[in-house]
């Protein structure tokens, strides 16, 4: 038996839902298919019912409307990542104080540039450049030729990172005269840098530096002493 292509426009036709060419082409089908006219009379009654109903009363038998969980995600959204700036504060915070502990016991970010002239004459030289117990120093070595900088390095380990120690002389006999900028720079892991610190040294000074890197001695891979300009004077691989 073929379905009855009509059978579900009853309801449309009845409520007026049609459109003018589906009403014309719905009302002729009617005069030749006695199931669809059947089906229309069962109904016929349904929009004078719908007509009574007050809008109003209906309210009552509606379900409560849902929560928006748009507002609500957005909300839990916001809480999260204030707790995780909160976290990262606290990090930071822990961070810092530690540091401050170290520079209080071994002067983190502090240099004293001295001309080797000016040098008190009671102090040895071997005893002034004398390296402390902390750490062990080692030269460091030209990345290109020999130049008018030279240093020594001493690195030792903590839970924080890595305290660096270093001792740097400018020669006196240089054709450049004028005081010139240099820094001290850390690599880590996976190409990764750090500045430890920065100086103006001229012919003729002597500096001795502490500093600190957050790479542990597990991470950390070398050591540079460049010029402003990020050009590498000096060198020092960690083993």
Known sequence: MTRCEFAHDDGAYVLGALAPAERAAYERHLGGCASCRDAVAEIAVLPGLLGRLDPAGLEQFLPPPAPPRVPALLEEARNRRRRERSATRRRYALTALAAAALALVVGVGTAAVLPRQEAPPSVPEAQATRPGPQASMVAMRPVASTGPVHAEIGLSGTKWGTVVTMHCG????????????????ARGPNGASEQIGSWLAAPGDDLRFTGMTRFTDAELVSVELQRADGTPLLTYLVP
Do not use: N
């Not at 400018?170 to 720079?185: N, W």
């Open 170 to 185: 400018y020669d006196a006999r240089t054709s450049y005269g004028k005081a010139y900028p240099f820094r001290l720079v």
